[in-house]
Each structure stands twice: as structure tokens, then as C-alpha cells.
């Protein structure tokens, strides 16, 4: 099997699974949405408030929901060796552990970039920033699966690592969430959002190159 075809296998083998577990699939997409509504209702039909501080809603309510099912990127295969069998593999580990990454990317970032212009709307985010809000989750939501997988590499091998992996994780997400928030901020002031946009295309490279031989190289120390 050639390397392509493996990365495909892989990628496709993770997503079936992902659809036959429909129930967790939606509770990304469930956080997302219950996260975001819940702040208008503590605060009140305030729409300048809203406005205001919109940008960062959305984002945090973007992070945390791709944080929720982080865990479950390589645990079941630890549970079950296959994890074990794939680093055993003729193939570079690094490239099917991508393939890992993206299939969490799709079945997590995918939707949550769906059904933020709505969520946006319902916080009175202006039109003008909807552009802007999906460059950013575009661009970050990849970045947050690709630094999350190196975290729960480190982890996987560990009984009680959920609460480990979010101590570890938060600080790595707050370059992502700093950038994005001010960048979908500046675009509803009128500002140009050009140099936060670009810092974050810049990082989604970085990390495309980094972090799947970090992954890599994680997997085998968590599983040593």
C-alpha cells in the first residue's frame, strides 16, 4: 500500500467510526451551540454588550468544544492495540497520525465553522465580521486539533489524563485564541484584520510541519 492510500485508509477508517458514534459526534456541535447561548441569557438583551464581546464568546465556546472530545483521538486505539500496530507500521507514523488529526478536524472543527455565522448572528455580531469570524475558525480550528493530538500523545498512556491534558492544553490555545478573538474583532470595529489572519496561517503552517512528527515521537515515548 502506498503511503497516500494508507493516509486515505486511515483517514477513512477514523471517520466510519466517528459516524457510527452519532451520539458523540453532535455533543461537540451541542457544546458549541450551549455554550455560546448561554452568555445572553446571563447577561441580559444587551446589544452593544453582545457586540462587544461576541467575538470572544464564539471563540471560547470554540475552543472548549474542540477540547471536549480531544481525548478520544487516540485512546480507543490504545485500548485496543491498534495504536501499537500502527506505529509498527511500514508507514511513517507521523502521516497516518495526521490522518488522525484530520479526521478529529472534520468531525469537529468542520461543524462548529458551520454553525457559527448563526451562533454569530444570535449574539448580534455585525455582518461585516462574519467574513473574518470564518477565516479565523478556518484557520484555527485545525491549529487547535493539531496542538491538542502532541497533548494527548503525551497522555494517552495515562488512566486519569483528561484533567492533565486540559492544564496542558489551555495555555498552548491562548496564542490561537488571542489572534482569532482580535482578529473577528477588529473586523466589526472596521479595522483591517489582514496581520491577525496572516499570523494565523503562518502558525496552521508551522504546526502542519511540527506537529505530526511531534505526535509521532509522543506516541512512542507514552507508549515505551
Do not use: C, N
Not at 468544544?65 to 501499537?84: C, H, I, K, Q, S
Not at 465553522?113 to 475558525?137: N, S
Not at 485564541?177 to 496552521?204: N, Q, S
Amino acid at each position: 500500500m502506498q503511503l497516500g492510500q494508507a493516509f486515505v485508509a486511515m483517514l477513512g477508517r477514523d471517520l466510519r467510526l466517528a459516524i457510527r458514534q452519532r451520539g458523540e459526534l453532535a455533543q461537540p456541535l451541542v457544546f458549541f451551540a450551549a455554550v455560546a447561548t448561554l452568555f445572553p441569557l446571563a447577561l441580559g438583551p444587551k446589544t452593544e454588550l453582545l457586540e462587544r464581546i461576541a467575538p470572544g464568546i464564539i471563540w471560547v465556546a470554540a475552543l472548549l468544544a474542540a477540547l471536549l472530545p480531544m481525548d478520544r483521538m487516540f485512546r480507543p486505539d490504545y485500548e485496543d492495540g491498534t495504536l501499537e500496530q500502527m506505529l509498527l507500521s511500514p508507514h511513517p507514523a507521523s502521516v497516518l497520525a495526521l490522518a488522525k488529526v484530520v479526521a478529529h478536524w472534520l468531525t469537529t472543527g468542520v461543524p462548529v465553522i458551520l454553525l457559527a455565522p448563526l451562533v454569530a448572528l444570535f449574539l448580534q455580531l455585525p455582518i461585516q465580521a462574519l467574513p473574518a469570524l470564518l477565516a479565523t475558525l478556518a484557520l484555527g480550528t485545525p491549529l487547535l486539533s493539531l496542538i491538542g493530538a502532541i497533548g494527548v500523545a503525551l497522555t494517552v498512556g495515562l488512566r486519569s489524563g483528561g484533567p492533565l491534558l486540559a492544564l496542558l492544553l489551555l495555555p498552548l490555545y491562548v496564542p490561537v485564541l488571542i489572534f482569532a478573538a482580535g482578529a473577528v474583532d477588529r473586523a466589526a470595529t472596521g479595522l483591517p484584520v489582514a496581520g491577525p489572519i496572516y499570523l494565523l496561517a503562518a502558525m496552521l503552517v508551522l504546526a502542519l510541519t511540527l506537529a505530526p512528527l511531534a505526535i509521532s515521537a509522543s506516541l512512542r515515548i507514552s507508549l515505551s
